[in-house]
């Protein structure tokens, strides 16, 4: 008979419920809150007829699901995929409840997403149905309610026709409904760099923290990307020799150190990092198995798993991407004290802590520059990082669980104060 492992069983709602569920325990969550806080608030499906370009209609399904506003209106972003379901929308709507409370922003969690494939679609036919997804939504978006961001396949044009679709309906405009968009209709100084600058600043914080220094430092990114470049080069900037880079099509390694403007400057060229003249191709496996100090994932979902979380050789484990490492991969890691785990819902925080300032700033019509904005979202993570790493000090438990109890902790605190109605 064919065995199973368990990973190959969990699908990613699954798999955050066996995290959250193993939090509960170690919190010694209330049943009655534990079964509160388990499941999302409201699930939305609905399916949206839109006139293709060639004169046909098409109807594509369409999911928002908001798991949790104990602690402000949900967030999240929206995703357009051919292989997006409402499993991994679930999921990932949970997971923006916990980094929301780890950060300590006044966000609860959501996400969305359309089954589609954004490569096959045209300018015309996405606009179409963005304008169509957001009306059939639009009693439960609102700055008070509900606040979308981009995701993949959805970017800042996408998070425009959000807005201007909400803003006719209301008759006046409403920057705040959305995050992530242009700067030119209420999106914020240094939004697009957030994440990657949080990755790198939780990096350097990991690096004092076990006595690493990024003089001589070396890192290998996966995905090169908005995240993952930028991340790669703030890291640079601090003095860490990027010794690996990969996208889809492929990797690049060299050991004296990759030169990242030039490799830009090839990859906007060539649409890919693969073949850089300056270096020695290697596969994606090759690369997350490649000996260095830093291994920043910035690409998918699922990269470490059981099959190669042993064969990691970092010091430090920096999760730019969300849900890189899977549950299985995870209790390997905990097994292994050599390895510094900078969790997901901290480590790329900095998207997130970006949107709400970008939303405080189109509530209150009044914009900061991106010296206050850099300023303030390193003040954010940096509470959150002491207090993620005292926790996992104090109780011995790893990184991620001590965010995920962080972040549980805070939502269960706001529902407990808040009681149940009626
Ligand atoms: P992006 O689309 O800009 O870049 C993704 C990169 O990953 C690309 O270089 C792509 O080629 C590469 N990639 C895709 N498949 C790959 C594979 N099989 N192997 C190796 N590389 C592969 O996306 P992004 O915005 O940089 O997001 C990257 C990750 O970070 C995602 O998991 C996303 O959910 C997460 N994230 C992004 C933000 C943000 O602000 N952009 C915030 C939080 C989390």
Redesign the pocket.
Known sequence: MKTISLEQELNPWEAQAARFDFAAEKLNLDVGIGKILRQPTREIIIHIPVAMDDGHIEVFTGFRVQHSIARGPAKGGVRYAPDVSLDEVRALASWMTWKCAVVNIPFGGAKGGVICDPSKLSHGELERITRRYTAELIEWFGPERDVPAP??GTNEQTMAWMMDTYSVHMGYSTPSIVTGKPVGIGGSAGRRE??GRGVSYLVNRAMDSIGLDANKATAVV???????SIAAFSMAKHGVKIIAV????GGIFNARGLDLWKLEQFANQNRTVAGFPEGEAIT?DQLLATPCDILVP????RQITEANAANIQCRILAE???GPTTPKADEILDRRPDIFVIPDILC?AG??IVSYFEWVQDLQSFFWGETEVVDKLFRILEGAFTQTLNLSRKQKISMRLAALSLGVSRVREAKQIRGLFP
Do not use: C, I, R, Y
């Not at 990969?246 to 099509?249: E, K, T, V, Y």
């Not at 910035?298 to 979902?301: D, P, T």
């Open positions: 995701d993949l957030a994440t996966q995905g090169f990307g908005n995240v993952g990969s996208d889809a099509m994606n910035a690409a998918l979902e730019a991407a969300n790329n998207g997130v």
